[in-house]
């Protein structure tokens, strides 16, 4: 089988809010979730063939997992079963306007234990696009994982996509944090910041200055960077700047990066020239696209359950007036 897009990492239960019971306690809902296959999910939802590498618990939630992994129509060829560890689990807070904050349940979780020998080989060679971020690099074995899944599909000529994923208590220090993300940067061609995880990356508080910092150092073909209600910015060799977004009803933030790196990649596989050869035009029509994807994902509850359609995509695109989202 051969694949547009290959993603690894991270696969978990999300526990967003749900309400109150009648005795006035919070209720949680029960969504997949994880970056990376957050990002599969979106392509799959948009048509494209895509895959996923990862590992989970032998637990009712890692079956929910894989069962909703085919639901959206990606492959779960690279899925991994395990009795090591329970699945992941992370409890969603939102505040007011639907941004999220996060705590993990992962001590380790089954998706810290995905090992190089649990890695689909096959899955490496047969895609166009292979997309992985930080959070499978936090610990051991995931992040030896990693990094030769990475380096596999690379040396077979694969683009490589990268999202940092800044979530601070997976980490065991900052300094840890920025020493194996910068690992991550230095093997990315495309790779999607927040301005928060930007700052951290570079301590450079001009937008500007620290998005071309991060392309010179790291020889990256794309730079984009999620802003809020700004939209978002990108940078290449020559380029940088801003495409706005869309205005929506905002209700729960997550995913909503995903569902935009997501419409990027569909973009990128759908054109018929290398990403070097895009004129400025083409990628801000791309982008203006992808905004579109990530506004629509924060109008719904979860990651998955909330990714867009591409006639929902286009009816934004088409219909949208007023620009304004939160990534």
Partial sequence: MNYDVVALGEYLIDF???GRSEAGQ???ERNPGGAPVNVAAALAK?????????????????????EALLA????????????????????????????????FARNPGADQLLRADDVNLSMLSETRIFHFGSISMTTEPAYTAT?????VAKELGALITYDPNWRPSLWRNEEHALEVIHVGLRLADVVKVSEEELFFLTDEPNLEKAARHLVEQYGLTLLLVTAGGAGSFYQMKDWWGQVESFHVQTVDTTGAGDAFFGALLYEILGRAKPLQAWQEE???EVLHFANAAGALATTRKGAIPSLGTLEEIHALVRDGNDRFFVV
């Fill in 16 to 18: 967003t809010p749900c």
């Fill in 26 to 28: 919070p209720l949680f």
């Fill in 46 to 66: 948009l048509g494209k063939k895509t895959g996923f590498i990862g590992k989970v618990g032998n637990d009712p939630f890692g079956e929910y997992l894989r």
């Fill in 72 to 103: 959206v129509g990606v492959s779960d060829q690279g899925v991994v079963v395990t009795d090591e560890a329970h699945t992941t689990m992370a409890f969603v807070q939102l505040d007011a306007d639907g941004d999220r904050s996060f705590h």
């Fill in 147 to 151: 990094l030769k899944a990475v380096q």
């Fill in 282 to 284: 083409d990628l801000q």
